[in-house]
Every structure is written in C-alpha cells, then in structure tokens.
C-alpha cells in the first residue's frame, strides 16, 4: 500500500512537469550559470564595482521565484500566453512510463546539482581569492628588472624600466604604499634572498619582478605578482610587441597589476597611465639612462646624466620628464659639487618650468619646483603650494614628504614635519635615501627641544651606517648644540674622514674645536675651507661662522652678507641650527641681518 505523502509527491512531481516547471527551473539555471560566468569575466576588463557580482546573484535569485510563479500559471502556446488549466484527470491516473519517467528525473536532478555546484564553485573561487586579497593592504615592491642585451652600455636598462613600473603604479591612488625604486635596487644577482624575506625587510605584501629582454626592435617582458609572506604566485603574463610600443606595454602592466589586486581604476587614472611621454624612443631610452647616472650622484655623474637628457631633448624638445631631470640634477650640483647656488639652481629653475610649461600634471616637475623655491628664494608659502600639488598629483613620492617635513622644521612646526618624515620612511625604508629621512628626523626632535631623543636617534643610525656622512655629521651638530664637545669632535672627524671636501664637515669640526677652546685647530679647518673655494664654489657662509667663533666680528659680519647675496641656502637655516654665530647673535648688526630673513622672529 502506498504512502499518502509519496502519492502527493508523485502528484507535485507530475504536475510541476505538466506545467512546464521543472523545464523552467532546469533553462533558467543554465542560463543564470552562463550569466554568472560571463560576469565573473569581465567584472575585473571593464573594472566594475565590486558589488556587481553579488547584484547580479540576488537579481538572478528574485528571477528565479518569479519565473518558477509565472510557469505555474501561465504556459507558452502557439496561441500565445495562456493560463494553465487545472488537470482534468487525477494525477494517479495518468500514464506511466517508468524507465524513461526514472530517466528524466535522474538527468534532470543530475543537471541541477551540477549547474548548482558549479555555481556555488565558481562564486566561493573567485569571491574567496579576490577576498582574501583584498584584506591585505596594497603595498608593493618592484624588484630590479632582469635584462637581456647584447649592448653593456645598456645594462641598466632592467633597473630603469622597474622605475618607470614603479612611476605608473604611483598613478594608482588605490596603493597604500610603493617602495621606492632606490630601497628596490639592492635586490637583484644570484644572492638576493627569499620573497619572504624581501617582503619583512620592506614591509611589503606583494612583491613584482620581472624580465626585459630586447632584440633589435622586437621587445618581450615577463612580469609575475607574488604575495611575499607565502611566497605564491598570484599572476604572470609575458607582454611582446615592438620596442615602440613600449609605453603601451608599460601601461597594460600597470593596469593589470591593479586589477589583479583588486584596484578599481577611475577614468583620470587610466588616462594618466596610459600617457606617453615622449613619442620618440630613442628619446626615452636616454632619458632612461640618464635616471641611472643621476641616482648615482656625484659631479662626474650629474654631468653625465646631463648630458644623456639633453641627447633626449634633441630628439623630443617636448619631452617633460628630461627636463626635470635636468633640474634635478643641477640642483644635486649645488649639495654634492659645491656649486654656487645661483649657478645651480638657477639652472634647475629654467629647466623644472620648461617641464611645467609642457605638462603641469607632472608631480617630479612641481617636487622640483618646490625645491628651487624654499632652498634658493626663501620663499615658504610658494614652496608648501608646489609641495601640496606634488602630493595631489601622486601621493606616494617620498621624496616630497621627506623635504616637506623639512620645510615645517622652517616654519617651527617640528612636531608635524615628523609624521611626513615616518611617511617618507614608508616608502622608502632603505638607505641612502632612509638615513637621510632618519637623519632629518633626529635632528627636529632637537627642533622640538627633545635633545635627549635626538641624540639616541642620530647615535644609533650613525653606529648603523659608519660608512655614511651624513649620519656623523648631525650627530656631531647635536653634540655642538648640547654642549658635548668632545663627542662632536669625535662624530665630526670620522664626517671629513668620510668626505674631507665638503665644506659643512669642515665647518662642524671648526665650530666644535672653538667650542673646546682649540682655535688653532679652528684656524686651521678654516685654511683648509679657503683652500676648497675656487670659481664655481663659495665658502662664504662657512668662513663666516668660523670667523665668527674666532673673535673676528666685522670678517664675519661681511662674509654672511656675501653668504646672503648668494643665495647659500646655509643662511635660511640660521633659525633651527640655532648654534652657529651663538658669540655675536646679541649684535645689533647680526639682529638687523637676521630679521630681512624671519622678520620679528629673534
């Protein structure tokens, strides 16, 4: 005897297959399959939102009630539309066919659980990996570029090429943070260490490396995404074409590196991705080459880099990014050449507003600018208006928020210029360019009248890097400013060990002898200093302070309106190293000359 609940069961069955139901159910959700699919395809290509998915499966759930309601009552005709009628017979007396009724069933139950599991496959795939991602903060690293080529002047050619990736992912605002090219570049040959390794070391979660590998015009790269703390590959793709079309190449890799960290794109910012520089190639790789020497420093390399710009002016006079490169380098002339500052930074003004004149949504064109403004006019409120656009226009150059940190020392804002010193750590967290960021950050906890701190910072980066200048010489500028003039001798000596031409060493050591009471000493640094001057360079700040600390008041008052007249951006600092012209700072000439610069402020 059969069971009345399997009778009405049967009954359901048959009457949801009579009506067309389970037909229904078994279209809709191929089609709701095939729908999700393509969806889940082109969600990332067209960068839709990341709720379109899930509007998509609760628009399709809404559907799926409303198209199992409608073949209830409604069924498809050649009439058309009609309502469905009512069995005109009992369920139980219809026909049974039972090999092919068990056979439908059987396919039909199969092909739902399928499409289902399917489905729900393809839903937790793609939402627990892209989910799983998207926790993570974005912060990259782009390792040097492997590159193959016959030619050795070009062997540097993979590190400027990761520099340019590492320049079009500043473009993306969905990045929290990018390690700059200069902290990238010590990992590269057969003795860089693990992903996972690189990866604490930076305080990075995605690593990017690659390949370049160029012959004659045909040029092919291999890039790879891996999360550093596992090690696992995320993506990789080989991108080959034509050497001229290499911006097009770098822009495929930038946006697919942001799609496949789950980073949607606005217009503004495929726009700026995809702008090409310069629309000569030969143009760009001079300029490319030219990043290298000027990274380098040094007189001799500045002026290479110079002219490897200039060789790329020739070809492309429009090509903005080489002219601020120029500026750049000519400013690097007057800090590591000696050279007068008009001659320098006035050259890099008229080369940095000749990139603006061209493209002023260049970020490097206003860092530059901002730069020739605070270090050479003086002029604050201008500096901190080019500062703010460089920011606005690409939020992770570390460059920018390491000088504007050193600009609200200036102001006397020591407290604030600290957090863009940590900010500019961030980004870029190794040396040289971290030591100086460490190192200016030492010295505005002094600004901030925490000696105690600046002298633990300053003394342990200058243990970290002996081998380093910088570091030894604000400590020793600490050391003066506390009164421990033993010690500054000390840091100052192993300074000019280091870099016996640079005319700061030499004044530090003059000052910290004085102060011990070793004025022969301090005659005799100021010999040296004279012996350093020659037509391109000025010790006029620098013998003024040493002539100062000797007694000799008029001298000292005459060469610090030289020192003014040039422009030595040493004077504009007078207000935070407060140690210097400490014996004549009650003089009514020294206050009359203080005051043109920060009026009211002595």
Same mark, same amino acid.
């Given at each position: 005897m059969k069971k009345p609940v399997d009778n009405k069961l049967r009954k359901l069955w048959r009457e949801l297959k009579r009506r067309n139901v389970i037909r229904v159910i078994t279209v809709y959700a191929a089609a709701a399959f095939v729908i999700l699919e393509l969806v889940s395809i082109i969600v990332e290509p067209l960068r839709l939102p990341e709720w379109t998915l899930p509007l998509i499966i609760v628009l399709l759930c809404v559907g799926f009630v409303i198209a199992v309601i409608l073949s209830w009552i409604y069924d498809l005709t050649p009439e058309g539309i009609e309502r469905t009628e009512s069995a005109k017979e009992p369920a139980e007396n219809i026909p049974d066919r039972p090999s092919r009724q068990i056979g439908w069933k059987v396919a039909t139950i199969i092909s739902l659980v399928l499409i289902a599991g399917l489905v729900l496959l393809n839903i937790f795939k793609n939402n627990g990996r892209s989910g799983d991602i998207r926790k993570l903060e974005k912060s990259i690293a782009v390792l040097?570029?492997?590159?193959?080529?016959?030619?050795?002047?070009?062997?540097?050619?993979?590190?400027?090429?990761?520099?340019?990736?590492?320049?079009q992912l500043y473009k993306v605002r969905g990045f929290d943070r990018i390690i700059s090219h200069t902290s990238t570049l010590r990992y590269k040959g057969p003795d860089m260490p693990s992903m996972p390794v690189i990866g604490d070391e930076l305080d990075v979660n995605f690593i990017i490396e690659g390949s370049l590998e160029r012959q004659d015009e045909d040029v092919s790269i291999q890039v790879q995404i891996v999360r550093a703390d596992t090690d696992d590959h995320i993506w990789a793709d080989e991108f080959k074409g034509k050497w001229n079309d290499i911006f097009k190449i770098r822009a495929s890799i930038a946006k697919n590196v942001a799609s496949e960290l789950k980073t949607i794109l606005s217009q503004s910012e495929i726009e700026l991705i995809e702008e090409e520089p310069t629309d000569n190639l030969e143009a760009y790789d001079f300029y490319l080459l030219g990043n290298q020497y000027r990274q380098k420093?040094?007189?001799?390399?500045? @002026?290479?880099?110079?002219? @490897?710009?200039?060789?790329?002016?020739? @070809?492309?006079p429009e090509f903005a990014l080489a002219w601020v490169g120029i500026g750049n380098s000519y400013r690097g002339m007057f800090f590591n050449a000696n050279w007068l500052p008009e001659e320098a930074y006035e050259k890099s003004r008229a080369a940095v507003l000749r990139a603006l004149k061209i493209d002023n949504q260049l970020a490097e064109a206003h860092l530059a600018l901002a730069r020739v403004k605070y270090e050479y006019d003086w002029d604050l409120e201008a500096a901190e208006r080019e500062f703010k656009k460089a920011f606005e226009l690409n939020p992770n150059l570390a460059e920018a928020y390491a000088y504007y940190g050193d600009l609200l020392n200036l102001k006397g804002d020591s407290e604030e210029s600290q957090l863009y010193f940590k900010k500019a750590l961030m980004l870029n967290p190794n040396p040289p360019n971290s030591v100086r960021y460490q190192t200016f950050m030492g010295y505005s906890y002094l600004m901030a009248g925490k000696e105690d701190s600046a002298i633990i910072v300053l003394k342990q980066i200058a243990y970290e890097h002996p081998h380093l200048e910088s570091p030894q010489r604000f400590l020793g500028a600490v050391y003066i400013s506390s009164g421990e003039y033993d010690k500054a001798i000390e840091m100052m000596e192993r300074a000019v060990e280091i870099n016996s031409v640079a005319h700061s060493n030499r004044l530090l050591l003059g000052i910290a002898y004085a102060r011990a009471g070793l004025l022969d000493k301090t005659r005799e640094q100021l010999e040296l200093l004279d012996g350093l001057e020659d037509e391109t360079s000025s010790i006029s700040f620098p013998r003024a302070a040493l002539l100062a600390e000797l007694g000799q008041v008029d001298s000292a008052m005459y060469w610090l309106g030289k020192a003014y007249e040039e422009r030595n951006q040493w004077v504009l600092y007078l207000k935070v190293y407060d140690f210097f012209f400490t014996t004549i700072r009650s003089d009514p000439r020294f206050i009359e000359f203080y005051n043109k610069i920060w009026p009211g402020d002595e």
């Open positions: 040097p570029f492997h590159y193959y080529n016959v030619n050795p002047e070009a062997e540097d050619i993979g590190d400027a090429f990761s520099n340019e990736i590492i320049t420093g040094s007189e001799e390399n500045y @002026l290479k880099a110079i002219d @490897l710009y200039k060789s790329a002016l020739d @070809l492309d």
